[in-house]
């Protein structure tokens, strides 16, 4: 529903049309989105994108380390108002006020980028060698006193632990984890309670 409320708390955010909601529904969304981001977030590029086609619509948000998927993912989903059950193989409409005042799509997908691919020189392993995955990946190794065989390496934390958790999954953990600041990159690891957390500079 149509909420004022909303409004008067979020004067930086452009409401619907009350009397003609749905005329600029994904366009408003992909705008106001864009604004949240943008003051939450500020000196982050995020690149949004919305699109329309036959029964629905979507906005697409992408971005290069700044903060975690799930930081942002906190604002972004607000403006979702669709979600798909697999477990009866249907959509569900879920109308909220948000959506309602400020607009939206379909569906909102997002992803953060861990390295720009044109940046790698060599097309088959650049993405682990010579991105920050490797970074983070030989500091690990080193940390752990393992032998660094590549993305492949295994028992990072002793020989108990199963194959499949490769070195790979490990420092995927470990970024998902951590919100980088404009500018800001890997500088190297260090102990905590919770085990090993990536300091940024």
């Known amino acids: 529903m149509f909420n004022k409320e909303l409004i008067e708390q979020n004067p930086h955010l452009k409401p619907v049309d009350e009397e003609n909601p749905w005329r600029d529904h994904l366009r408003l ?7 949240e981001l943008k ?10 994108r919305s699109q329309s086609y036959s029964m629905g619509c979507n906005i697409r948000v992408d971005w290069l380390l700044g903060p975690t998927t799930r930081e942002v993912n ?15 193989d249907m959509e569900e409409y879920v109308r909220s006020d948000w959506t309602d005042t400020f ?13 720009d691919y044109k940046d790698i020189t060599d097309k088959t392993n650049g993405w682990w060698d010579e991105t920050i ?41 470990l970024l998902s984890e951590t ?23």
Request: proline share 3%; aromatic share 12%.
């Open 74 to 88: 906190a604002i972004i989903n607000k403006y979702q108002y669709c979600h798909f059950d697999g477990m009866v």
């Open 29 to 35: 969304g992909s705008s106001n989105m864009k604004k």
């Open 133 to 173: 995955h490797g970074k983070v990946g030989r500091a690990l190794c080193e940390k752990q006193k393992v032998a660094y065989v590549g993305h492949n390496t295994t028992q990072v934390y002793g020989s108990n632990e199963p194959d499949y958790m490769t070195l790979s999954r490990h420092v995927s953990r």
């Open 103 to 115: 607009g939206g799509a379909k569906y909102v997908h997002g992803e953060r980028r861990e390295y």
């Open 39 to 48: 003051r939450a977030f500020p000196n982050i590029k995020f690149s949004v």
């Open 179 to 201: 919100s980088f600041g404009p500018g800001e990159t890997f500088v190297r690891l260090e102990s905590g309670e919770d085990g090993y957390y990536i300091v940024t500079g």
